[in-house]
């Protein structure tokens, strides 16, 4: 690995080109508006031909440094209670820029100007601020020097204009939006952004450079912000919320009408600290998750969409397994805010068809703030009630609470963090034997990036502990992430047990920036007690990882790419005790061709050598692997064209031949107009699998039976989505996804010798005739669906209407029928309709 590691550093020196030169002039002095300009588009008003301009705007992308194919222009004003900012984007044919309309924060193929600011000038934070000719606006907040927050939302306006020139965007940022240090003169970080949509160039000024790392330590500076007012200290948004359900089938399905009242806060502590709280809030307009049946050992990760747990989250953000060959996709971390409010855990035990989908959230609040001297600090607390049935609690009374901190320092090279977790619950008869009392962690990470910002070591550190019954440890100990009861594992089961505690390590060191090589080499350690999923996304403990990526890019337009990227992937697998688990090797490359198409291809080895699954027998011994061959293949359209296809395959083939897996995945978007859009997803697989894990089963005289079988899968869904935007600050968009699953299983067997050489030899044929006579199969049936009509009456203040639907249906034989028969089948079933009305209200002081 080092001799691999030590060519690609040879190859980078051989290759590198020299950077153009620096761009000299990064700062602008704001010039202070004697009145307000008039927000129409136009530069008419009088500050605006007195303000001194920028205009030494250059490509970003796809030519790093080279001159701009249009002109822009950009001028900045304020006075004490907001920032304005014009800009004049050139351009020979207006008839051409792509003006396209969405709701709010949806990204489209437009033309785009973006404003961003960096308020606390620490080069790690900021804020963006994103509008096309059609006037839809987009906002998010910065962190960790260039990761996105997309929930993040503002109060502010813009004007937007077409005409001879090109176009035009006028700006009004209150300063009550925006978090600073209040002083005498304040200086922000600056960058403006324009994207050219047709000829698919970015130009900026500063010149943003994407063979550089960081984000916000490239922005320039705006300076002379003098006597700026105080921010407000307050703005409330109340809601009231009517919900019309359906109910049980046991009771007829009778509707209720559900009346809610919540609502949110924010009070600025000080200029640099806020408090975010919210009252009994309702996440109703939220679209629902997607369809999956999960048959694996590990629990599905799903993306936060709430948004006030979405807003702020990079502060909060403490990841494990987080590496480059991974993509840093897992979701593992140390906090996983779908934890609170999250569906009763106890729903299977003493549950019915009644019982509530999702536990309610009675309260939440969080502090968030950066200090003068660079110390970020985030305080998030919050309570959900019990949720009860006749036979026992589904859900205790429950508090989360989180405590992260950061300090920046040398400009923003470095950094030190640290995160404390705790999770208490109230817990009776029925639900000690189950859940945790208590859960906690912490977490010490820190990075530190050298040699002009090109190289960067970082690492982190964590600990956990559980505390509870004795049953409910004992249930952790067995659960797949961890697994003691392994019987031919090292870790010792304690039925006896009331905590469980561990330790996480992870170092890292990385390549940053480069014109043309980066890459990533990283070794991570969890002991088998290491457990967070109370609060936490964890998939497995007991775990050694060593990681490596690599990747050349060639950004510069050629006759044959626009651009191109080709990645070198190898990971490697431990148990703590030294079992190896997965050995692999992957490859991918991605191009942008000059007609705009994009042409994706990889594939990956995996399993070389003798690996073991210490997973796959679910508390049964380790089984030995087999090698398997993963290729795939995607084709994405020109996205600048009315009608934009997509197209991937995947195939894996393992198990000497015996398992396969084949996907297909077509999309077609839809530009009707420039109001109208539409897509249509689809995703057909096929899974035969000769080791899909069966059960496990105790014969009369207590000998466990860990089986697997062989399964012929098969999957359909399909997803359509439909928006209409009637204006910028009233859309319609609709979520439809049906999705049908279906399988049989066959050839029930048993471990055998389970880590032979010889396949057949690690499984023997089950002799219990009642499983293995008739192993039956399962059709998996749903159908999930939101129509929301969102409309921002003024400034902050919005009306959801919003109609959800669900149809679902579980079979324990796969049936005959066609996937045509099954949607059929699907649609035939009895629908729960939810009819929801939200109304909010914001105002400030």
């Known amino acids: 690995m080092a001799t691999w590691l030590g060519m690609l550093m040879v190859l980078q020196a051989q290759t590198a080109a020299v950077l153009p030169p620096a761009e000299v002039e990064t700062s602008l002095r704001a010039t202070r508006a004697a009145e307000p300009p008039v927000l129409d588009g136009s530069d008419a008003d009088t500050v605006w031909r007195a303000a001194p301009a920028i205009d030494r705007f250059v490509q970003a992308k796809p030519s790093e440094g080279a001159p701009a194919r249009f ?5 900045v004003a304020y006075d004490s209670d907001n920032l304005y900012v014009f800009v004049r984007a050139f351009d020979p044919h207006p008839d051409s820029i792509v003006s396209l309309l969405s709701r709010r924060d949806e990204k489209t193929a437009s033309d785009e100007i973006i404003l961003m600011l960096d308020p606390y000038h620490d ?5 963006e601020f994103v509008v096309n000719p059609a006037g839809v606006k987009s906002d998010y907040a910065i962190y960790n020097d260039g990761n996105e927050d997309v929930a993040w939302d503002a109060v502010w306006d813009v004007a937007t204009r077409i005409d001879s020139l090109g176009w035009t965007a006028e700006y009004r940022i209150p300063m009550s939006q925006l978090p600073y240090s209040a002083k005498d003169s304040v200086s922000f970080g600056l960058l403006v952004w324009r994207v050219v949509q047709r000829h698919g160039e970015t130009v900026t000024w500063p010149l943003y450079r994407t063979s550089r790392s960081g984000f916000t330590s490239q922005f320039g500076e705006l300076n002379g912000l003098d006597g700026l007012a105080r921010p407000r200290h307050a703005e409330v948004t109340p809601y009231v919320l009517t919900k019309n359900v359906q109910g049980a089938a046991s009771e007829g399905y009778p509707r209720d009408q559900d009346l809610t009242v919540g609502g949110d806060l924010k009070y600025r502590v000080a200029s640099n600290l806020l408090l975010n709280a919210t009252v009994n809030p309702d996440f109703g307009q939220v679209e629902a998750d997607p369809s999956v049946l999960n048959l694996g050992a590990f629990e599905t990760f799903f993306e936060e969409r709430r948004p006030f747990f979405v807003e702020g989250k990079g502060l909060f953000t403490f990841t494990v397994n987080c590496v480059v060959v991974v993509d840093c996709n897992t979701g593992e971390g140390l906090f996983y805010s779908r934890r609170i409010g999250r569906a009763p855990q106890l729903a299977h035990a003493y549950g019915d068809e009644s019982s509530p989908e999702a536990t309610r959230i009675l309260g939440a609040a969080k502090v968030t703030g950066r200090m003068p001297g660079g110390f970020s600090i985030g305080f998030l607390d919050a309570v959900t009630n019990d949720v009860s049935s006749p036979a026992g609690t589904l859900e205790p009374t429950t508090n989360y609470a989180v405590a992260r901190g950061n300090q920046d320092f040398s400009g923003g090279d470095g950094s030190l963090g640290f995160i404390v977790t705790a999770v208490n619950r109230s817990l009776d008869q029925t639900s000690e034997p189950w859940l945790h009392r208590s859960a906690y962690s912490g977490g010490l990470d820190a990075r530190r990036r050298f040699a002009g910002r090109q190289y960067e070591v970082s690492g982190s550190l964590d600990w956990s502990r559980v505390g509870g019954d004795a049953e409910a440890i004992a249930r952790t100990q067995r659960n ?12 010792a089961f304690d039925s006896t047990r009331t905590s469980l505690s561990g330790t996480n390590l992870e170092l890292r060191f990385a390549k940053v920036g480069g014109r043309r090589l980066v890459f990533e080499t990283a070794y991570q350690r969890r002991t088998p007690g290491f457990e967070i999923n109370d609060i936490g996304f964890l998939r497995q403990a007991d775990q050694q990882q060593w990681t490596s990526w690599a990747n050349l890019a060639f950004r510069n337009p050629n006759r044959v790419f626009r651009e191109l990227r080709w990645n070198f992937n190898n990971w490697q697998h431990w148990s703590l005790a030294g079992l190896p688990t997965e050995r692999a090797f992957n490859t991918n490359v991605h191009t942008q061709l000059n007609n705009r198409w994009w042409l994706h291809a990889g594939g990956t080895l995996g399993q070389i050598g003798g690996t073991y699954c210490d997973r796959c027998a679910r508390g049964g011994p380790a089984m030995r692997q087999d090698a398997y061959l993963a290729p795939w293949a995607g084709i994405e359209g020109d996205n600048r064209k009315a009608l934009v296809p997509f197209f991937w395959v995947n195939y894996m083939g393992g198990d000497q031949g015996r398992s396969r897996t084949l996907s297909l995945e077509p999309t077609l978007e839809l530009k009707v107009s420039t109001r109208f859009t539409s897509s249509l997803s689809a ?14 089963f105790t014969d009369s005289v207590g000998t466990d039976h860990y089986t697997f079988a062989h399964l012929e899968q098969e999957t359909l869904s399909l997803t359509w989505r439909l928006g209409y935007t009637f204006t910028p600050n009233t859309t319609l968009q609709v979520y ?8 049989t299983y066959s050839d029930v067997r048993e471990v055998g010798e389970p880590r ?25 049936q749903e159908f999930r669906s939101n129509v929301v009509f969102r409309w921002e009456y003024r400034p902050g203040s919005t009306l959801f209407l919003v109609w959800s639907q669900g149809r679902e249906g579980m079979s324990d034989v796969e049936g005959d029928k066609t996937f045509g028969g099954d949607l059929r089948d699907l649609f035939h079933r009895r629908a729960d309709h939810t009819f929801l009305v939200k109304v909010s209200y914001w105002f400030a002081r």
């Open 756 to 780: 032979a050489k010889a396949y057949d030899d690690r499984y023997r044929p089950y002799a219990d005739a009642d499983v293995a006579g008739d192993p039956g199969g399962f059709n998996l």
């Open 480 to 491: 797949p992430v961890h697994l003691y009861q392994r019987p031919d594992g090292p870790l």
């Open 683 to 696: 995703r057909w697989e096929t899974n035969r699998n000769d080791v899909q894990y069966f059960g496990t």
């Open 123 to 127: 080069r790690r934070t900021g804020y």
């Open 71 to 75: 002109r822009t222009v950009a001028r």
């Open 736 to 743: 439809a996804s049906p999705f049908v699953s279906k399988g």
